[in-house]
């Protein structure tokens, strides 16, 4: 598959299947992530795997969604803002690496033939304490990892020219 075929081929799943992620498969996605750019090249996050089994209830503290919790792998992506590059003006570069790792799981998830939500309405103070993130850390987003068992539902994407601008505004 090529890229513009892997792209178009992701979506946000939100039914999973209970068949386990071979270990193999789930070091494939973490590899992909740590390949992945950050700024300066200072990799300022933390992937944290969190199994599902057993875990359900403190884990839907975090994102109360049924579905959340049926993938048999959760990823959370914290990002470590002092390790970031920051530029001139101030401004951390933190959430852009850690949402260009996480865009990086999602999408060789997807070439591994794996689904994933990317979620970041979830609660942080829960996130804080259920996974026990030190003084810090964030938790920037959180994905689910599994086989899906839902379809695919028609994306909707703006026009390109309402996206684009050529030279100015």
């Known amino acids: 598959m090529n890229f513009a ?21 789930l070091l494939q996605v973490l590899e992909t992530a740590r390949s992945a750019p950050t700024a ?14 057993g875990r359900e209830a403190e884990l839907r503290r975090i994102y109360d969604k049924d579905w959340f919790v049926t993938a048999p792998i ?18 951390n570069y933190n959430d852009v690496d850690v949402a260009i790792v996480v ?3 999602v999408l060789a ?16 103070a829960a996130a804080r304490e259920v996974l026990g993130l030190p003084e810090g850390v964030e938790a920037i987003a959180f994905t689910p990892l599994g086989y ?15 996206l684009v601008r050529y030279e100015h505004w």
């Open 74 to 91: 959760v990823v959370c992506a914290c990002g470590v803002p002092a390790e970031s590059w920051v530029r001139r003006d101030g401004k």
């Open 40 to 53: 300066a090249n200072r990799q300022p996050f933390r992937l944290i795997v969190i199994h599902t089994e």
């Open 5 to 25: 075929e892997l792209v178009t081929r992701r979506y946000s799943v939100r039914a999973y299947r209970s068949d386990p992620v071979p270990e193999d498969v």
């Open 103 to 105: 865009d990086h799981v």
């Open 109 to 124: 998830a997807t070439d591994l033939g794996l689904g994933t939500c990317w979620i970041g309405a979830f609660d942080h």
């Open 148 to 162: 899906a068992s839902d379809s695919p539902r028609p994306k909707r994407r703006k026009e390109l020219a309402e």
